[in-house]
């Protein structure tokens, strides 16, 4: 396993990735690394980012093998923590991540939350795991973000002014993947 490729996997409801948040930011900027490739594409199913069609389409369209790095954001930190249930895949890289549906019946319809998570699979599956979260997310609780952090045993950067990371540029995650590559 070595890191040749990250897929950005989004938050529900993005719209065009390109011009979502950081998602078109990032991806220019990790193309333009050597030996590193990044692949964006507009989710099926955007809203309620089912896991039974976003787990295949990761798996069929964006090619998730064990040379790519997720980084998944929201919803789609979901999706790349049950993707690594049954899954190798080189790292993941979770931003905003959560344990539950929230109360939310769109979460609910997801397909994430129905069941416990497998952390020990998760671990067992990937190579390095990183982790942002940042306190004031008015979305997520923290205790959520600390649960993935505690289960996962990640190494969380921690915030306390990101919100839920809806930024247009996300530097530390240049800096992070640049810190990967080193060690692959």
Request: charged share 25%; proline share 4%; hydrophobic share 35%.
């Amino acid at each position: 396993m070595s890191l040749k490729r990250v897929v950005i996997v989004p938050g529900n409801g993005a719209g065009n990735m390109e011009h979502c948040n950081w998602y078109g930011w990032l991806r220019k900027r990790i193309n333009e690394m050597s030996d590193l490739s990044c692949v964006l594409k507009n989710m099926p199913d955007p809203v309620t980012a089912r896991e039974s069609v976003w787990l295949p389409f990761m798996e069929k369209d964006m090619k998730c093998d064990e040379d790519t790095v997720i980084i998944g954001h929201s919803s789609g930190a979901a999706a790349a923590m049950r993707y690594a249930e049954t899954h190798t895949v080189f790292g993941l890289i979770l931003v905003g991540a959560y344990t539950s549906d929230l109360g939310d019946e769109n979460e609910r319809e997801s397909g994430y939350f129905s069941r416990p998570w497998e952390w020990e699979k998760i671990r067992s599956n990937v190579k390095y795991i990183l982790q942002f979260g940042s306190t004031d997310d008015p979305f997520l609780p923290w205790e959520e973000q600390q649960e993935v952090a505690d289960g996962l045993k990640t190494d969380l950067h921690k915030y306390t002014d990101r919100g839920h990371f809806q930024n247009t540029t996300f530097p530390e995650l240049i800096a992070a993947l640049k810190q990967l590559k080193t060690k692959s």
